[in-house]
T-cell receptor
């Protein structure tokens, strides 16, 4: 499976931008980067995904480096409700298009 | 609109009992997935259906685990002769197709505790 590396935990002040990094140095050209988050006792929630261009939606922005070996998820104005575990996933046809979650980054938004 | 619905939300069973967990996917979604999430870990893929066909069951941990989706909509994950290591949250997800650029939408899971 395509591997990703994320910091175990991060803190962010409420109202500030949260920047969550992810390394995926073995990514191939046709593999997508996905971000999900999981709040305690809930199922994973889809945030955003991209192939090579930067993407933005109502929840977040995804910045993918030109060589595609890393990406950053940006929550522009973090709120307390953004406290969650954030998973960066590379989705690959060689693994049946399945999602392989790692252990993610535990983000704590501090008042 | 309705999301993915799973029932029951919580299930407690004694070791050795059989359990059945239900998943109602989003209406019209062809692809359905089951995951197992142990405490403190990320979800792990178990199996995948396209309509009623089980196309990938590579993640099922043993032959005690069985999943079905007979009419291509509702799915049931059955665990026979449960063991304590089966205690986990079981998540179901669905998507219109199992395509690289289509996200999966998850339910809130069934928390299974084996005593």
């Amino acid at each position: 499976d395509a591997k990703t590396t994320q910091p175990t935990s991060m803190d962010c002040a409420e109202g500030r931008a949260a920047n969550l990094p992810c390394n995926h140095s073995t990514i191939s050209g046709n593999e997508y980067v996905y971000w999900y988050r999981q709040i305690h006792s809930q199922g994973p929630q889809y945030i955003i995904h991209g192939l090579k261009n930067n993407e933005t939606n109502e929840m977040a922005s995804l910045i993918i480096t030109e060589d595609r070996k890393s990406s950053t998820l940006i929550l522009p104005h973090a709120t307390l409700r953004d406290t969650a575990v954030y998973y960066c996933i590379v989705r690959a046809p060689r693994t049946g298009n399945q999602f392989y979650f790692g252990t993610g980054t535990s983000l704590t938004v501090i008042p | 609109g309705a999301g993915v619905s799973q029932s029951p939300r919580y299930k407690v069973a004694k070791r050795g009992q059989d359990v059945a967990l239900r998943c109602d996917p989003i209406s019209g979604h062809v692809s359905l997935f089951w995951y197992q999430q142990a405490l403190g870990q990320g979800p792990e893929f178990l199996t995948y259906f396209q309509n009623e066909a089980q196309l990938d069951k590579s993640g099922l941990p043993s032959d005690r685990f069985f999943a079905e989706r007979p009419e291509g909509s509702v799915s049931t994950l059955k665990i026979q002769r449960t063991q304590q290591e089966d205690s986990a949250v079981y998540l179901c997800a669905s998507s219109p197709l199992n395509a690289l650029n289509q996200p999966q939408h998850f339910g809130d899971g069934t928390r299974l505790s084996i005593l």
